[in-house]
């Protein structure tokens, strides 16, 4: 009995580590994504569309990346 619930306690809490890194991963990712384009536009600003473009659409495969994570972390806490 004992080693059931140990087993879903750390089912669980491997599942919060799991998508609290998954959000931490994120928000790195879209913070150098957004300073790397802020510097890009800044030395070419003829260039801006075309950067915030590229910007905008790996922030959101970044997202759903981070979102899939988070969901497979989910699932598996409530698995148990």
Do not use: C, H, W
């Not at 879903?8 to 998954?22: R, T």
């Not at 991963?25 to 790397?36: E, K, P």
């Not at 003829?46 to 994570?69: P, T, Y």
Request: charged share 10%; proline share 1%.
């Amino acid at each position: 009995m004992l080693t059931v619930l140990l087993d879903i306690y750390l089912a669980v809490m491997g599942a919060s580590i799991g998508a609290g890194l998954a959000a931490i991963g994120a928000g790195i990712g879209i913070g150098r994504i957004g300073g790397s384009a802020m510097e890009g536009m800044a030395r070419q600003p003829e260039a801006s569309g075309k950067i915030q473009n590229a910007m905008l659409i790996i922030a959101a495969l970044i997202e759903v990346a981070a979102l899939f994570a988070l969901v497979i972390a989910f699932i598996v806490a409530t698995k148990i």
